[in-house]
């Protein structure tokens, strides 16, 4: 089992619609989560920083960390054809070996106009 | 800022040749780093650099594949001999911080060198 699951989707919706990336993981260590956008041929760039639990809002954008559950989440509201691109989420152990980060696999978002 | 420059975009070659990556970190930035990405593994971390010197290498997969930091400014990822197995992205990004430090640094990734053997 990996330490970090993600539905690699593809995932289609249409423009304007809420949109929800999710992510499992199983070491409870975690503490920093993060979401990187990832367009393609291109490198991924950070989208959402959180520390620990709660929700964090930018924008359009609202990451959610429920470590209970080990879950967190990834809202985009009002979603824009330029929202298309893979979404990857990672998440870091600060006791580990200093900022190594453990990616999912990414979900493949196309937002239709 | 120029951002993360890594070169060649692409690189195609063949099986037992050698291949040499390269990557211009952030300038001012002290930590580097050298991800694979394929779609069956999708981003894998080969090595971490803190100030030019080796912190984590326990992801470079086999003895062919070796990294060096001469410089703060400037790093390599090597792959002699090269196999088709050894295709992927190969990706540098460079941050500001070190081992225990905060993470609100983020990594910044280049673009990517799309590696080709056949």
């Known amino acids: 089992q990996k330490e970090v699951e993600q539905d690699p989707g593809p995932l289609s919706v249409p423009e304007g619609a809420i949109v929800s990336l999710n992510c499992t993981y199983s070491n409870s260590a975690f503490q920093y989560f993060m979401w990187y956008r990832q367009y393609s041929r291109k490198g991924p760039e950070l989208l959402m920083y959180?520390?620990?639990?709660g929700n964090k809002e930018d924008g359009r954008f609202t990451a959610q960390v429920d470590k209970s559950s080990k879950y967190i989440s990834l809202f985009i509201r009002d979603s824009q054809p330029s929202d298309s691109a893979t979404y990857l989420c990672?998440?870091?152990?600060?006791?580990?070996?200093?900022?190594?980060?453990?990616f999912g696999s990414g979900t493949q978002l196309t937002v239709l106009p | 800022d120029a951002g993360v420059i890594q070169s060649p975009r692409h690189e195609v070659t063949e099986m037992g040749q050698e291949v040499t990556l390269r990557c211009k970190p952030i300038s001012g930035h002290n930590s580097l780093f050298w991800y694979r990405q394929t779609m069956m593994r999708g981003l894998e971390l080969l090595i971490y650099?803190?100030?030019?010197?080796?912190?984590?290498d326990s992801g470079m997969p086999e003895d062919r594949f070796s990294a060096k930091m001469p410089n703060a400014s400037f790093s390599t990822l090597k792959i002699q001999p090269s196999e088709p197995r050894d295709s992927a992205v190969y990706f540098c990004?460079?941050?500001?911080?070190?081992?225990?430090?905060?993470?609100?640094?983020?990594?910044?990734f280049g673009n990517g060198t799309r590696l080709t053997v056949t």
């Open positions: 650099f803190n100030n030019n010197v080796p912190i984590d």
């Open positions: 990004a460079s941050s500001l911080g070190g081992p225990g430090s905060s993470y609100n640094s983020p990594l910044h």
């Open positions: 959180t520390y620990s639990s």
């Open positions: 990672a998440m870091s152990d600060p006791g580990g070996s200093a900022r190594q980060l453990t």
